[in-house]
Each structure stands twice: as C-alpha cells, then as structure tokens.
C-alpha cells in the first residue's frame, strides 16, 4: 500500500489543527429541489443553508476578488474560503440570496449573460429531463447530428432501458454542436421519447431585474460566464474573445458593475481561452480542476471543489478536508 495518502491525510490534519489549511474555492450551480439532477448541480435550500452555517464556522468566508488578489501576490491567506456560482439559475436569487444575507456570507455569481430573461433554457436541463422522467422510452432511437446518423440500442440484457449510458453519450454528442442543431436535436429527442418540450419555469435563467437586485446587494459579485456557454476549446479564436468581451460588456450593462472576474463554461479552457480572458481584462478566472489553491496558481485558472446535495457531515467530508 502506498504511503502517500496517508502521508497526505496527517498534513492535512496537522494544518487543521494549526489553523493554517489552504484557501478553497466553493462551486455551486442551483439552490433548488430537483426531480432529476445526473449532475449534481442542485443542493436544497435546506441542505445549503446547513452547508453555508457549518463553512461560516470552520472557514473565513472572503469574496472571491479579494482572494484573488491575495493569490496574484503570491500569498495564500489560511482558512480562507470563497463561494462562487455558475451560470445564473434564478433559483440563486430566490432561494441563495437570503441565505447568504442571513448568514453574512459574500459570494461570486458567474452569468451566462445569453440566458438572462430568456424563455428558453439550459440545454442539459431539458435532455436529463427527456432521459429520466419519460416513464417508459422506446428500445431504439435514431439522431440525425451535424450531418451523421446515430443510433442507441437502449435496452440491457433484462429489457431495461439503460438511461445512465443514453444520457451521457447524448451529452458528449450534444456539447459541441452549435446551438441550432443541438436544439433540433433536443426537438427530436423530445418527440422520439414523448416528452414535453417547454422550458420550466424554476428551469429557466434569471430575469433582467431579479439580476440587477442581486447585483446591488453588498455581499454579491457578478462575474461573467461567456453569452452562449460554450466549451471554449472547441471554438476559433475569434469565436472565443467574442464570447468572452462580450459577456464581460453584457455583465456591466445589466448590473452597472465593473466585472472582473470570469469562470469557464463547464470549466474547459486550452490556452487561447485563457489568453482571451487576460487580454478582455479580467483579474481572475475559475476552473473545475477540484482542489484547494496553491502556492503559484495562476489566478486565471483558479480551482474549486464541487459542492452537491450534501449534509453536514459529508460537507465537511467531500469539501473541508481539503486544504
């Protein structure tokens, strides 16, 4: 057995009880109750606010522009710990917002600013929707994509639809097309399955005007999150500074705040991503890379720790051990 897991685990627990552990950086999606969540992006409101209570007791929650700054010049302040958000769930203003202001507790909120008072919204929403809450789905489907016919046999041997590997290679197929074929496709899908295809409500982007309220109150910070979410790898290089300048010029037209900081669509970033993040004049950036900072981290390719439906005890086991 190796030693360096344990090795990690006792300096780990020597900097906790020396109140010295590396500053973390929290990532959320929604504050919500859902049906179906593949991909952890809803914590209960209930369960939030126990998580947000226990972080205010262990760590010293810090808006995440002061701890950039702090890991720009090279220091990495102890115990410190910053909330973010991505993508612009109006749930976050419903439900987060007077959680964090009953608790004092400051957070970053990252737009995607195409979604904002949109009808429509987050494509992933709607295919997990049509994946697992159709009751019963047919054993076969054929998908027309970007020019090639793709075929799913969905039944296991025992004649049970094998949702999970469904939805995940439908995921991988759907991320990189472009958004009119990915939404002719979630179309299809929808038909195939028998679904329905309007957007829910508590699905859908904060409005105009819930986005400017959450931008006044004192703890929030907006950043921005691209206009369309893209993965902005798979993007030319003009296609990506139009993404991110002009998410960054819609972020500070809607709340009448200089913004800057950024987060990546679904965390993916290549170099030409990050280069046109530090040329539209942004001071940091988030990732999805899920460990405490370090000492030498690029405050443009800032790590953070997934936190999902957790309680108490697995908050404090899934995300304050690290550091």
């Known amino acids: ?4 897991p344990v090795l990690r685990r006792l ?20 504050v919500d ?12 409101p209930r369960n939030f606010a126990r998580q947000i209570a226990l972080l205010r007791r ?3 929650v810090v808006p995440l522009s002061w701890l950039a700054r702090e890991l720009t010049a090279g220091r990495l302040p102890a115990r410190a710990a910053a909330l973010t958000f991505d993508d612009g769930y109006g749930d976050v203003f419903r439900n987060a917002l007077p959680i964090l202001e009953a608790e004092q507790c400051p957070a970053t909120v990252f737009v995607t600013t195409g979604a904002i008072g949109s009808r429509v919204g987050f494509w992933w929403d709607q295919l997990s929707r049509i994946v697992y809450e159709t009751p019963s789905l047919p054993d076969a489907l054929t998908l027309p994509l970007a020019g090639t016919v793709h075929t799913f046999r969905l039944a296991d041997g025992r004649g049970t639809p094998d949702r999970d590997t469904l939805h995940g290679r439908l995921h991988a197929l759907l991320k990189p097309a472009g958004a009119e074929a990915r939404q002719e496709a979630l179309d299809r899908l929808a038909e195939w399955a028998g679904a329905e295809r309007e957007w829910r409500e508590g699905d859908l982007a904060m409005s105009p ?33 139009r993404e991110v300048v002009a998410s960054r ?11 800057t900081g950024f987060a990546y669509p679904f965390g993916d970033h290549d170099v030409a991503s990050t280069a ?8 940091h950036a988030c990732t999805t890379v899920s ?10 390719a800032i790590p953070r720790l997934l936190a999902a439906d957790w309680d108490e005890a697995n908050f404090q086991g899934e995300v304050l051990t690290h550091g």
Do not use: K, N
């Open 209 to 241: 005007d819930e986005l400017a309220t959450l931008s006044s109150a004192e703890l929030i910070e907006i950043g921005a999150h691209t206009v369309s979410h893209p993965s902005m790898p798979l993007l030319s290089t003009g296609d990506i500074e």
């Open 249 to 259: 010029r819609d972020c500070e037209a809607m709340t009448g705040r200089a913004v």
């Open 58 to 60: 262990r760590r010293r």
């Open 33 to 44: 109750m859902l049906a179906v969540d593949p991909w952890q992006l809803a914590v209960t």
């Open 1 to 4: 057995m190796s030693l360096r």
């Open 11 to 30: 300096s780990r627990a020597g900097r906790q009880i020396i109140g010295s552990e590396r500053p973390i950086v929290l990532l959320y999606h929604r």
């Open 276 to 283: 046109a993040v530090r040329a539209a004049g942004f001071t």
């Open 291 to 300: 460990r405490a900072a370090r000492r030498g981290d690029d405050p443009l």
